[in-house]
């Protein structure tokens, strides 16, 4: 299965936080492969320049060692992924969620979240 990481999937995992059990399987399973999006980097650096979200020093090298580790992929943002936003239906407003969901639309993924809101849209979910 194709697994895209929400960002506090992402996040939770890297940091020893709790995800659910089926998450954690998921996210553990050599067999699923594991994506991050451009989408949920661009959040966390965002967030972290603004001081919304607090790291440690070294983040940068244990968000490479996590990715690297763990065989997490790359998702870029694609004109295609773009357009897939214009058909979402205005559920809510977040913007990095709404090209998460876009994407996970877009490519066949299942999106690794525990966010009500996302889980409300027509796509694959697991938590």
């Known amino acids: 299965m ?7 999937a992402f ?9 659910s059990e089926t998450a954690q399987d998921a996210y553990l399973d050599a067999h699923n492969e ?21 790291v440690i020093p070294d983040w940068i090298k244990r968000f490479d060692t ?10 870029s943002i694609e004109k295609e992924h773009c357009r897939q936003l214009t058909a979402l239906p205005q559920l809510h407003r977040d913007p990095f ?3 998460l969901i876009a994407q996970a639309q877009a490519e ?4 690794l979240t ?14």
């Open 2 to 8: 194709k697994l895209l990481l929400d960002t506090h």
């Open 11 to 19: 996040l939770w995992a890297i940091w020893g936080r709790n995800l």
């Open 34 to 54: 594991l994506y991050l999006s451009a989408a949920s980097y661009w959040e966390m650096c965002l967030k972290i320049s603004i001081g919304k979200l607090t």
């Open 66 to 75: 996590e990715i690297v580790g763990n065989g997490i992929k790359w998702l």
């Open 97 to 99: 969620d709404r090209l």
């Open 108 to 111: 066949g993924m299942t999106l």
């Open 114 to 127: 525990a966010d009500a809101n996302i889980q409300q849209y027509p796509i694959s979910t697991l938590w």
